[in-house]
Every structure is written in structure tokens, then in C-alpha cells.
């Protein structure tokens, strides 16, 4: 009888183990699929905790940036310190700001706290081009995904504690939790990987739009003055060297600096090619266009990712795109949210509490994303940035969450084919952003 009681155990085991290993060949194959160099998944289920790794030297201490979801991390913050009388959901938000992210719009008086966690203070959904403080909707109307809206909350944290968004986020979340390796601000990470065309098209559109604005410029006055300061030639040159000085400075302190690099190579292939036709005067102004044209087409056309340097000069902290960390410190973050959702006495329940509807399927809480499924409801928050996309999802009714993080811009659409996979459900996990 022992024996055949062993004999069962074994075989249990064994079919575990294949069903285990199915499970994880399924993702490392739909990772080759989607071109993702590498991820760390973790996964809760049953009150246990698994990591999965692939990728060269890739474990669940692994850096990635998370991107958008520190505004979940922000949301935590701010709920936090509306437990401790510091803050009011609908307190107004302007007493709080920054001079700097104050406008003549009297409508700014009326945002509140609340709007900003659930993205209704109407502000647009994005900030690369540097901070826009102009409202898009009045606020407390309609659901409106911002990144700048985040960047107005973290200025109320910052102004309602005296602390930065870094010595906040320590006190408040990393430093109890345990979160060791997680920061908002400069650390090393894994490699991120862009794909060709998006680093080519982040690295050349800037330049080509100074270039052509400077070009227009120069020859109006060349024109006027019938080249008498300079010749078509010098001024072609030199509205190379100022575009590619000023496209240059903006990836590297503005925007995409992981893309930088890629830009300087480029520019030595233009550099090569005026210095080789030269002599040639057709040849030597349509030298550059055409290889520029050529190089985005070669980029478009051959579906590859490559390795891209981290950010070369370091980006100020915000808990709108700047979080780094791993799949083992937000399995911790994870594991908080899911208790403080069981804890009805508690300020931090308001997370989940919808607060706007997007649509028939989707809303959003206090800091996190809201979907219904054939059975419950699913919490979910994404992060995208250049060379790294990230999901966690959070399936409470089956004591369940998932969290994905990839070093790829194609990590995102791996990851909610994967969540799907996990959790059971066919889930979107995306919203409009306006």
C-alpha cells in the first residue's frame, strides 16, 4: 500500500512538473514570438509565490524600468497620507503646486486630489515634450489617462510632506515593504531593447524637423542677400551641425537618450556620405536625404529589436515613468495591494473602488485600472517605456496576481498574452488615451 501511495505521489509530481514545464516553454516560445530578449514574470497563486526568468543572467533581483506604473505606487502614497489626516480626497490641489505648474486657467482652482488619482482633472496623456498644463476637459468630467496629471500629484506629495517623491516613496512603501532594489530615481537597470524603427524614428525625427525649419531659414536670407555671407553649400553644413547639436541635446536631457547613440552613428553615415560627394554638387545635397530616407525604410522593413544604451544622462524623478525595479520587490507591492483590498477599515481600499467609468468594461480607482470579466474583476496597471513594457495584473476573486516585466517594446502585448494565459481570462488591459 506504501508503495503504491509512493507511486501516485511520484506520478503527481511528475505530471506537475511536465504541466510546469509546458507552461514555461509556452512563455519562453511566445517570447522568441514576440522578439522579447528577456522577462520576469511572478505569479501568485494559492498563496505561493513563483519566478520565472529568461534572458541572459536575468532573476527576479533583475532592474527593469516599470515606466507608468509608479502612478500606482504614487496613488499609494498619496492614500497614505490621506489616512493620516495630511491630505483630503477632495482637497484642491492648487494650494500644493509648484509655481511653475500654476496657469491663468481659472478652471485649475477646481481639481482636486480625488481627479488627479483617477485621471479626471483633464489633463492631456503625456509629457515628452516637457510638462503640458493646459486642461483638455473641465475637471471632474470625463476619464482622461495623464502622465502630467501625475506630475501635478507628485508635486502635492512633495509640497504637503516636505520630502521628495524618492524620500516619500522610502517611507511610505519601499523601506516597510521591503522593496530593496526599487527607486524613482537613477539606477542600473538590464539592457533595454527598442525596436529598429521606433530607436531610428526617435533619433532622426527631431533632427530632420530643425533641419528643415534652419534650411527654410537660410535660404530666405540667402535669397535676400543672394548668398553674399555664405554659400548654399556652407549653409547646408551648417544647418547639419546646428540641427544635429540641438537634436542631439534633446535626447540626451529632453527625451529619449537611449536613442542618442544611434542618432551619433547615424550622423557619422551622413558625415561620410557629404565628405565622399563632396566634389559632386547634386550628389552632395541629396546625399543626406536619401540616406536618411534609406536608413528609415531599412529600419521599417527589417522587424529587429536591438540593444540600446540605458539613459545616458539621468532623467529627474517622477512617479509618472521614472520607477525602477524587480518581479520579487513587486510581488511585495502586489501582496500589500491585495491585502489592503480585503481591509474594509482601511483608506487604502479606495484603490479598487471604481471612480470614473471608461466604458461598458472599463474604470478606473484611485490609482489603478479597473475591468470586468465573465467572473470578478481585474485590477491592472501597464508601463511603457522606450526598451521596457510592463504589466501587473491582479485577479482577486481567485486569489491570483501577475506580474510581466520585459526589457522590449514589444514586452507589452507578450505580457497580456501571457496574464491571459495565467489568469484564465481573455483580458484587454488597455484603455483609450485621448
Aim: charged residues 20%; hydrophobic residues 45%; negative net charge.
Amino acid at each position: 500500500m506504501k508503495k503504491l501511495i509512493s507511486c501516485f505521489i511520484v506520478a503527481i509530481w511528475g505530471l506537475t512538473m511536465s504541466a510546469m514545464a509546458y507552461d514555461v516553454e509556452e512563455n519562453q516560445e511566445l517570447a522568441r514570438g514576440y522578439d522579447v530578449n528577456a522577462y520576469s514574470i511572478a505569479t501568485l497563486e494559492n498563496g505561493e509565490v513563483t519566478f520565472e526568468n529568461y534572458g541572459n543572467d536575468i532573476n527576479e533581483r533583475s532592474v527593469f524600468e516599470l515606466a507608468s506604473n509608479g502612478k500606482v505606487v504614487g496613488a499609494y502614497i498619496v492614500l497614505s497620507l490621506i489616512e493620516e489626516k495630511v491630505l483630503d480626497f477632495d482637497e484642491k490641489i492648487v494650494p500644493y503646486l509648484d509655481s511653475g505648474l500654476l496657469t491663468d486657467d481659472i478652471r485649475m482652482n477646481d481639481i482636486t486630489v480625488r481627479q488627479l488619482l483617477c485621471h479626471t482633472a483633464g489633463f492631456s496623456p503625456s509629457f515628452e515634450l516637457g510638462v503640458d498644463k493646459k486642461l483638455y476637459s473641465d475637471p471632474g468630467t470625463e476619464f482622461r489617462y495623464s502622465g502630467v496629471g501625475y506630475i501635478y500629484l507628485q508635486s502635492v506629495i512633495e509640497n504637503a510632506t516636505g520630502m521628495t517623491i524618492e524620500q516619500a516613496a522610502r517611507q511610505y512603501v519601499f523601506e516597510p515593504l521591503g522593496m530593496d532594489n526599487s527607486t524613482f530615481e537613477n539606477t542600473k537597470t538590464v539592457t533595454p531593447y527598442m525596436n529598429l524603427s521606433s530607436a531610428v524614428l526617435y533619433a532622426l525625427a527631431v533632427f530632420a524637423a530643425i533641419f528643415i525649419v534652419l534650411l527654410l531659414i537660410i535660404l530666405i536670407i540667402g535669397k535676400i542677400t543672394k548668398f553674399k555671407f555664405y554659400s548654399l553649400k556652407k549653409g547646408w553644413i551648417g544647418c547639419i551641425v546646428a540641427a544635429s547639436a540641438v537634436n542631439t541635446a534633446f535626447l540626451l536631457f529632453v527625451f529619449v537618450s537611449k536613442a542618442a547613440v544611434i542618432f551619433l552613428l547615424c550622423l557619422v553615415l551622413i558625415g561620410l556620405a557629404l565628405w565622399l560627394t563632396r566634389k559632386h554638387t547634386k550628389l552632395f545635397f541629396a546625399s543626406m536625404p536619401v540616406l536618411m530616407a534609406v536608413i528609415l525604410a531599412l529600419s521599417l522593413i527589417i522587424p529587429v529589436t536591438i540593444p540600446v544604451t540605458n539613459d545616458l544622462i539621468a532623467k529627474d524623478a517622477n512617479c509618472a515613468y521614472t520607477l525602477k525595479s524587480t518581479s520579487e520587490d513587486m510581488v511585495l507591492f502586489c501582496g500589500e495591494l491585495a491585502r489592503q483590498r480585503e481591509n474594509e477599515d482601511r483608506v487604502m481600499r479606495e484603490i479598487f473602488t471604481s471612480s470614473v467609468d471608461i466604458d461598458d468594461k472599463n474604470s478606473w480607482g484611485l490609482g489603478i485600472a479597473i475591468e470586468s470579466e465573465n467572473d470578478g474583476e481585474t485590477y491592472w496597471h501597464s508601463g511603457i517605456n522606450p526598451g521596457f513594457q510592463s504589466l501587473l495584473v491582479l485577479y482577486p476573486q481567485h486569489d491570483k496576481y501577475i506580474v510581466i516585466l520585459t526589457n522590449s517594446d514589444n514586452g507589452l502585448n507578450f505580457a497580456k498574452d501571457t496574464a491571459s494565459n495565467y489568469l484564465g481570462v481573455d483580458g484587454v488591459w488597455d484603455i483609450p488615451r485621448k
